[in-house]
């Protein structure tokens, strides 16, 4: 009876078996089709939108840059624009030109290639996220234990050293105004003879402009009178021509009498 009962139970558990699998399958399937509606649905926005693969260190860059100048950056303008106490962000700055003095300097040594340039974004992103944050406190600290002694200690150096600077500035200042004027005084000089060539130069090309269209002008007007007299001439010759021309031809009338005797009969018979 036990073997029998085996023997039913055993197809019993098998088909539970069977359907727990098929539930498993349909379940995956739908899971499928799902994702494959919704790569169907932003396949637009994929196609348009393409963000690249960022590598891990280039993340890291990303996270220094916003804890290191986005984050102090908005904090200063949030404590301007509610006129609140801004020592905070101020010891903030102090350490923050500190460490990147300081991180300059490692460069230069070359501190970050012997350390591995992962490690050393990895130690940077961390020591931002300790000053920068303003629960941990850390410009504070650091502030007050680092940069206040060690500026405390070297202020009146520091300010030697800049009044020194300052001075020496202004010395090389007047010295450059100095050579800056002797430099203008002579090329002024040679500007001022070359303008006054130049000047000379223009004046000689306006006169012989003027004495050309004088010329021109002379000549023209010569051509015109010229024009005028001889069309004068012509017509004073053509009226001559038509006088001796109407005085050498005779009347007929006159001839005939010249031909005819002065008698009367012939007078008659002739007119």
């Not at 990303?62 to 908005?74: D, E, K, N, S």
């Not at 005028?228 to 006159?254: I, M, V």
Request: proline residues 3%; contains cysteine.
């Amino acid at each position: 009876q036990t073997e029998r009962r085996a023997a039913t139970a055993a197809p019993a558990q098998g088909s539970v078996w069977q359907q727990g699998e098929g539930g498993r399958e349909s379940e995956r399937a739908s899971e499928r089709e799902q994702d494959s509606r919704n790569k169907a649905g932003t396949g637009t926005i994929a196609c348009t939108i393409y963000w690249p693969p960022l590598k891990p260190l280039e993340v890291m860059g990303m996270l220094t840059l916003i804890l290191g100048i986005a984050v102090p950056v908005y904090g200063s303008f949030k404590c301007l624009q509610k006129k609140e106490d801004t020592t905070a962000w101020l010891h903030c700055w102090l350490v923050l030109a500190a460490f990147y003095e300081l991180e300059w300097l490692l460069e230069v040594i070359g501190v970050d290639d012997a350390f591995g340039s992962a490690n050393f974004t990895v130690l940077k992103l961390m020591t931002l996220a300790y000053i920068v944050l303003p629960r941990t406190h850390g410009a504070k600290l650091i502030y007050e234990r680092v940069v206040d002694p060690f500026l405390a200690d070297h202020e009146q150096r520091v300010d030697a050293m800049l009044e020194l600077a300052s001075r020496q500035a202004s010395i090389r200042l007047l010295e450059l105004k100095r050579a800056g004027l002797e430099l203008l005084a002579a090329k002024g000089q040679d500007a001022q003879v070359a303008l006054m060539k130049l000047l000379t130069q223009l004046a000689q090309a306006q006169q012989q402009a003027a004495t050309a269209a004088a010329a021109t002008a002379a000549a023209a007007h010569a051509a015109w009178i010229g024009a005028w007299c001889a069309a004068l001439r012509a017509s004073s010759q053509r009226r001559t021509s038509g006088a001796t021309s109407s005085r050498g031809r005779a009347c007929p009338r006159t001839a005939a009498r010249r031909r005819c005797s002065p008698t009367r009969t012939s007078l008659r018979s002739c007119r």
